[in-house]
Every structure is written in structure tokens, then in C-alpha cells.
């Protein structure tokens, strides 16, 4: 009698604690520093948090207005976060600064429990031996990795996210009929509609800002080596990196806190190497724009290569910078830009580099070479011209007679940037991330505008996209800071001081808080 006594008791506490003290509308745009803040107040478990977001999942991403941003939801979510509980209520600490935060991870990061399929159904079935290096840093960190999310199969598109893994693209939740841009799309229409807490994507040619942009968060593409790539399947070793994809960039700045650093299976991240703080929190500074110099990159946005309202858009963020104690520079210009972009030899890395990323997957990965995923016929047809491709160029990257070249545009490239920034004193240089609205899906007509792949991917210098607002009533633009390398403190604080100065993200009207009757009380 006493113990059924003591088990309704129990079980009234759990109704009252996931009924009364947080509410499914606070869950709407939580960050991690609120989240973190219930917890501490015992008004919210990390079970409660991870069934708040599996309802949402359920009612919104193959029902509903079918979001199909979302691979695979993880059988084990639940069950890590009843752990991370244990551990919480014995101790009375989190076990690190992501501690029972749900996280989208894109599909593309190697997980030792669930599958790694790179978009592909080819790779189905595929279960890496260990967990890349920026999941075990979350997961040591406490996150709870709630889902694995649709991409771009192979990520070699920024302009949509379909796969052969899904049937149907990935919708941006801000209008669904419109693309996510891509390869990231899945992750950043996840974190848009409240699936998860934060989310990590890839960034090659626009992967993180693109997506980020046109899903109205916070993208940021870090210097390249800051991140490592360890057990991320590539594209092209020379562009790739991952980093965050959030809805604030305080929340961005907690993940690429936990993200950073040197690895040794990855040696370009020993350029980090006294170049990362102990932690960019410290750059949060919403008076960050005073006094600061900023310049105007026009030759990424023109009335001519422009929608007129993100040109109206952007000349408005302008005055915003400006407003915020800003010394707006207009403009700053690289002259040889194009030519130099013109001028690239298109040279596959992915035969050579995803050969060896199938090598490291060990005896049982479900293909050892391109070619063999080639000839299992289980990919989408939209990639089929680039996979072939990529297998036909039998030699080395680095044997093309184009790879020297490319190697000296780039490092003019860099060398053109650094002058430009310097001559005129700016601290970074913006533009829009995309300077059209998201394309309809199935677009391939009109201009897609992203002005990502133009000035960081061959660079390797930072860029991170922030919320600038909203064109044809609720159509995200992106505002983008790039700066030189290893300069994250300063577009932190950049990016930071203009977002808190605006708050121009809101949520989307097709994912709303759920009703009483979609949600389900947690188990404990």
C-alpha cells in the first residue's frame, strides 16, 4: 500500500513538473542557456526536453506540413537522457556545456550507434566504427543527439536538400513550397521548426550559411582548420568543414565552443593552434558594433544581380549597422574577383577523398569505393552526372595540371582580401547571404543568388550568416560577416551585437506550438 502510495505521488510529481512548470511554449525558440536554467530549477528534465521535441517531430515533419527534414530520429534519445538525469540528480552538476541538449546533426557525421547514410540509400545500412570527432566532442559535452537530418546527397548541391535516403525534398518551414537551399537544409529546417535545441551542418561551397539564410538562423562557416573533419564524409578536402547551425548566435556560440580545436586525425586543424580562445562566449558583446568598421562588399549585390527587396533589405541592414555605432564602409572592392572566380579548373577531390573515407569505415561498410555505389544504382538522379564524373578522373587531385593553378588563385584570392580589409581599416566586410529569395522547389530556372562559394570556400576565412530580416512578407535573407583568418572573436562579437540590436528572426506560422491533445507526457 505504501508503495503504491508513494508511486502515485511520484507519478502526480511528473504530471505536475512536465504539465505545469514548463510549458510546451516555452519550448518555442528556447536557447540553451534557458533550457539549462529550468533544469537547474527543477522545473524541466532532460527526459521532458527530449519528449517535447519527439512530439513536435511526430506531428510536423511526416504529418502536418511535412517538414521532411529529418533521416532518422534516434531510438535512443530517451534513453541517454534518462542517464544524463541520473547522473544530474546523484551529482547535482551537468556533465558540460551541452548537457541534455538535443542536437540535429546533419547526415553526414560519422555515429558509432546509428547510421551514417551521406543522403544516399546506398549507405543505408552503414554504422561507423566511432563517432566523428565533433560528436564525441558534443556528446562528451552532454548533447543528446535527437535526430540525424536530410542533406543533399553526397552534399553537392547548396541550392536544395533531396535524397535517395527520403522520397521528396526537404521543405523550408517558412513556406513549404519553397526550398531549404542545401546541402544543410535538412538540419536547418529542423532547428527552424523546433525539432532540436541547435544543430550542426557541413559547409563546402554554401552548405551552413546557405541554409542558415533562408531558414532566418544564425550560420557560421569557420576558418578552416578551427573544425575538425575527422569522420565527416567528404566532397572536396580543400572547402570542407563543419560548424553550427542555431537560432541565436549566442546558442552557435556555445556549439562552436565545444566543436573547436585541434585534432590529430585531421592535421590542417594544427593551424588552430593558438588561434581559439579558451571560449568565444567572451565575445558576446551586444555594444559590439561601436566604433566598428565594416565594409560594404557591393560587387556581391548590385540592382542588377539583386531581387529588389533583399537589395532594399540590405541597404536597410546598412542603416541598422550604422545605427548600432557602426562606421559603415562603402565599399570595399576586390577588382580582380571574377576574373579570379572565372578562372578555377574544376577538379573532383571526391573519388580520392571518399574512397578514403570508405577505407576507414572498416570491413563492414556496405561499399568500399564510389565505384561500387555507382554500380548499386541506389542514389538519386540528380547526382549520377557528378558521381560518374568524379570516378572517371582516375588521377590524384593534386596531378591535375589545373591543381597548380587553382593553388595560386586562391592564395591571390587571400592575398587581394587581406589587402582590401587592411587598406581600408575594416574589421569585416558584409553582403547577403543570398541576394534572391528561396528558389520554389524544383526550380532550377531563376537565379538562386547564394553569394557563399564567392569569397570564404576558396579562402578558408570565416563567414557567418545572421538573421537580416524578411522579404514577400516571410522569406528569410541572411546577412553575412566575413573576416580574415581565425577572426571568429571578432565576428562574434560583430554578428552578436547586430542580432541583439535587430531580433529579426521570428518562428514559422507551419510548425506552432503544439495542443494539449499532439503531446504525450514523458516517461521516466
Known sequence: MKRRLLLVLFTALVVTTYGQSFKPKQLREATVDQLHTAMRAGKLTAVQLVQLYLDRIE??????????????????????????????????????????????????????????????????????????????????????????????????????????????????????????????????????????????????????????????????????????????????????????????????????????????????????????????????????????????????????????????????????????????????????????????????????DFNVYLANLGPNAPHKSLRSIIKSRQFHPSIEKTLLDADADTLSPEAHKGWAKNMALRARLRQLLLRAMDSTGVDALVYPSFSYPPRLIGDLNTPSGTNNNALSPPTGFPAFTVPMGFTYNDLPAGLQFFGRPFSEPTLVRLCYAYEQATHHRHPPATTPVLPKNKRKMATM
Do not use: W
Not at 547522473?87 to 556545456?97: D, H, I, Q, R, S
Not at 551541452?98 to 554504422?127: F, R, W
Not at 541597404?315 to 572566380?341: C, F, H, Y
Open 59 to 352: 506531428a510536423y515533419d511526416k504529418q502536418g506540413p511535412f517538414i521532411n527534414a529529418l533521416i532518422m530520429v534516434n531510438p535512443k534519445a530517451l534513453t541517454e537522457a534518462r542517464r544524463l538525469d541520473s547522473l544530474y540528480k546523484a551529482t547535482g552538476t551537468f556533465v558540460g556545456p551541452l548537457h541534455g541538449i538535443p542536437v540535429i546533426v546533419k547526415d553526414n557525421y560519422n555515429t558509432a550507434d546509428m547510421p551514417t547514410t551521406n543522403g544516399t540509400l546506398a549507405m543505408k545500412t552503414s554504422i561507423p566504427p566511432r563517432d566523428a570527432f565533433v560528436i564525441k566532442r558534443i556528446r562528451d559535452a552532454g548533447a543528446i543527439i535527437i535526430a540525424k537530418s536530410n542533406l543533399a546527397e553526397f552534399a553537392t548541391s547548396g541550392h536544395f536538400s533531396v535524397s535517395s535516403i527520403l522520397p521528396g525534398y526537404s521543405r523550408n518551414p517558412y513556406d513549404t513550397r519553397r526550398t531549404t537551399a542545401g546541402s544543410s537544409g535538412g538540419t536547418a529546417a529542423a532547428v527552424a521548426a523546433d525539432f532540436g535545441t541547435i544543430g550542426l551542418g557541413t559547409d563546402t561551397g554554401s552548405s551552413i550559411r546557405g541554409p542558415s539564410s533562408h531558414q532566418s538562423l544564425v550560420g557560421f562557416r569557420p576558418t578552416l582548420g578551427l573544425v575538425s573533419r575527422d569522420g565527416i564524409a567528404p566532397l572536396a578536402m580543400t572547402n570542407d568543414t563543419g560548424g553550427p547551425i542555431c537560432r541565436t548566435v549566442e546558442d552557435a556560440v556555445r556549439l562552436l565552443d565545444v566543436i573547436a580545436g585541434q585534432d590529430e586525425a585531421d592535421t590542417v586543424t594544427q593551424r588552430s593552434k593558438g588561434n581559439s580562445p579558451v571560449s568565444y562566449r567572451q565575445f558576446l558583446d551586444k555594444n559590439g558594433l561601436k566604433g566598428a568598421r565594416i565594409g560594404v562588399f557591393r560587387q556581391l549585390v548590385t540592382p542588377k544581380n539583386a531581387d529588389p527587396q533583399v537589395y532594399a533589405l540590405f541597404n536597410k541592414a546598412l542603416d541598422e549597422l550604422r545605427m548600432a555605432g557602426a562606421i559603415v564602409i562603402d565599399s570595399v572592392r576586390v577588382p580582380e574577383l571574377d576574373t579570379i572566380n572565372k578562372s578555377f579548373d574544376t577538379i573532383p577531390q571526391l573519388r580520392r
